[in-house]
Structure formats: structure tokens, C-alpha cells
């Protein structure tokens, strides 16, 4: 998801959980994933699937 949208998912949810908490800016949320690194994905082997 972009920023943005990331943004405003987040105080939606927010919303209706009745969760007063604030929600940083897509600016924010720029500058401190530039300098994380993503996680490596975990395969996982569900029985019925090759």
C-alpha cells in the first residue's frame, strides 16, 4: 500500500475501534522506512498445496 493510503486505512480503523491514537503523517512514515529493511518471508507448507 502506499503511504497515503496507508495513512488513512489506519485512522479508519482507528475509528471505528473507538481508538483515539494518532496516526503519523505519510512524511513520517517516508523517512523511517528508509532506513529499514524488510523481513524475509517465511514459506510455509500447508498440506494439500505443492
Avoid at 25 to 39: Q, Y
Amino acid at each position: 500500500m502506499a503511504l497515503r493510503q496507508t495513512q488513512g486505512f489506519l485512522r479508519s480503523v482507528f475509528q471505528l475501534i473507538k481508538l483515539e491514537l494518532s496516526v503519523p503523517d505519510f512524511f513520517t512514515l517516508s523517512r523511517r522506512a528508509g532506513g529499514l529493511e524488510p523481513l524475509p518471508r517465511e514459506r510455509s507448507e500447508a498440506p494439500g498445496f505443492p
